[in-house]
């Protein structure tokens, strides 16, 4: 295997750690606010993996704010009884980006449990997709094929491209900001090119879905190579 994925792939298994270790201490709290949330997940990775750096902001949106895409930056929100949110961290494990993503409901209501699922489901169709055709596929294919699920399965799609280059932090520096580093409708490059060091380049997948006559939205993100 490829050094740098394997070491993407490690990264990712410790950020799934930290995900399960959320849940399970309870942070995802009504009344608490998102900023709260936040801080409680930051003390969290500190403590068992010593995790001070992320590469990106680290985002927690609740009810409404479910609607917005990374770019923006809504409100505090206070997560409500029966409110939907999701969480967006990406720390760095020894130099190595990890970019994981995820959607929670509190209480039991059937369309935001959907919402949840259907994400989820969406991000595995998503991936068989592009591992289907990997040496040809564009990044302009892939967003399309993601958009069109959004609406197959109810939804709208929530953001103007559907992932991105990581790697060895940091990676925006490395890689640019420029279009062809994203899942991107206009971006026709295909995803298997080289860097421009000749270096295998690592995407990451996301799938935002949302409603905004119900004011919800769901996301799922991890490494889709």
């Known amino acids: 295997m490829n050094q740098s994925k394997k070491q993407l792939i490690e990264a990712e298994k410790k950020a799934a750690k930290l995900f399960e270790e959320i849940e399970s201490n309870g942070l995802l709290a ?4 998102e900023k709260e949330i936040n801080t409680a997940i930051f003390a969290l990775a500190f403590e068992l993996f010593g995790i001070e750096k992320y590469w990106h902001k680290r985002i927690v949106r609740a009810g409404k704010n479910t609607l917005k895409p990374y770019d923006e930056n809504p409100e505090n929100l206070t997560l409500q009884p029966g409110d939907i949110l999701f969480i967006d961290f990406g720390p ?13 409901v509190i209480g039991s209501n059937e369309k935001k449990l959907k919402l949840k699922a259907d994400v ?24 399309h094929f993601t958009k069109t699920m959004a ?3 109810g939804w709208t799609f929530g953001n103007h491209h ?11 520096i490395i890689q640019g ?3 062809a580093n994203y899942i991107h409708a206009d971006n026709t490059l295909k995803m298997s090119d ?5 270096d295998d380049r690592f995407w990451i997948y996301e799938v935002h879905f949302i409603d905004e006559a119900l004011q919800i939205g769901g996301f799922f993100e991890q490494l889709a190579d």
């Open 30 to 33: 009504s009344g608490r606010t």
């Open 92 to 104: 760095i494990f020894e130099d190595w980006e990890a970019d994981f993503g995820r959607t929670y």
């Open 120 to 143: 989820e489901h969406a991000w595995y169709e998503g991936k068989a997709f592009y591992q289907a055709r990997k040496e040809t596929i564009t990044a302009s294919e892939l967003f």
């Open 151 to 153: 609406q197959q399965y």
């Open 162 to 172: 559907c992932g991105h280059l990581i790697g060895n932090f940091p990676h925006e």
């Open 177 to 179: 900001e420029e279009l």
């Open 194 to 198: 080289k860097d421009r060091n000749n």
